[in-house]
């Protein structure tokens, strides 16, 4: 006689079990196919702030690096420094060479004005440039463009000849020597509530701090 063979089936609690073990493998996997995508994500992120702050990173140190010590002469108001802080912003404006190589019809081929204005409110870096120096008109201003998202502070120091570093990018000994310089007659304008002058400094130091990446220091001289 032939042995029965076990037929039995699972029961509801093996089945239970089973079902169990299953579904949480399928939960462990989910987790970790979201963490993936979640560090896709901030991977991304990651990639596209560090090419923003290249980006802005590599136009300031262009600028910079073509400062001319040239007076700025807005077509209202009196002349500008070569350098200066904005006063009714965070910011600055300088004097460059222009180096297209085929400027547009109308401008002047020696040089340009750009200012960086610092935006705290919107967290923005913003910059603008008047396509000469010498501008006839208004309609030599382009637009203001955002250069960088996420800025929370500029700060800017100089370095000047004799002196060495300082906050801004003036300092009181220069501002007074010009300031009797033109006290005396000695400069084609009266004297003024801001010294101007088309000296620049041995070296400006530009510091960036950023919500992504913290303090970001550049750090230019003239050409």
Do not use: C, K
């Not at 300082?166 to 310089?181: K, M, V």
């Amino acid at each position: 006689m032939s042995r029965q063979r076990n037929t039995r089936g699972l029961t509801l609690i093996e089945l239970v079990v089973a079902m169990s073990v299953f579904a949480l493998v399928a939960v462990m996997g989910l987790q970790g196919l979201s963490g993936m995508l979640r560090q896709r994500d901030r991977a991304a992120t990651f990639a596209e702030d560090s090419a923003a702050l290249g980006r802005a990173a590599g136009l300031i140190r262009h600028d910079l690096s073509a400062m001319l010590p040239v007076l700025f002469y807005p077509p209202e108001g009196r002349a500008q420094s070569a350098l200066r802080e904005l006063a009714s912003a965070g910011g600055f404006a300088v004097s460059v060479a222009n180096t297209r190589p085929y400027p547009p019809l109308g401008e002047s081929g020696l040089a340009r004005r750009v200012e960086y204005r610092f935006d705290p409110e919107a967290g923005r870096l913003l910059r603008r440039a008047w396509s000469t120096a010498w501008p006839a008109d208004a309609t030599a201003q382009g637009p203001e463009q955002v250069v960088l998202e996420g800025v929370t502070d500029l700060r800017l120091r100089s370095y000047w000849t004799g002196i060495g570093w300082i906050d801004g990018l003036r300092f009181a000994a220069l501002d007074e020597a010009r300031r009797n310089a033109q006290a005396a007659g000695q400069d084609e304008a009266a004297a003024g509530p801001e010294v101007y002058s088309d000296q620049l400094p041995q070296a400006v130091e530009i510091t960036l701090v950023s919500r992504a990446f913290g303090e970001i220091v550049l750090l230019e001289s003239p050409q």
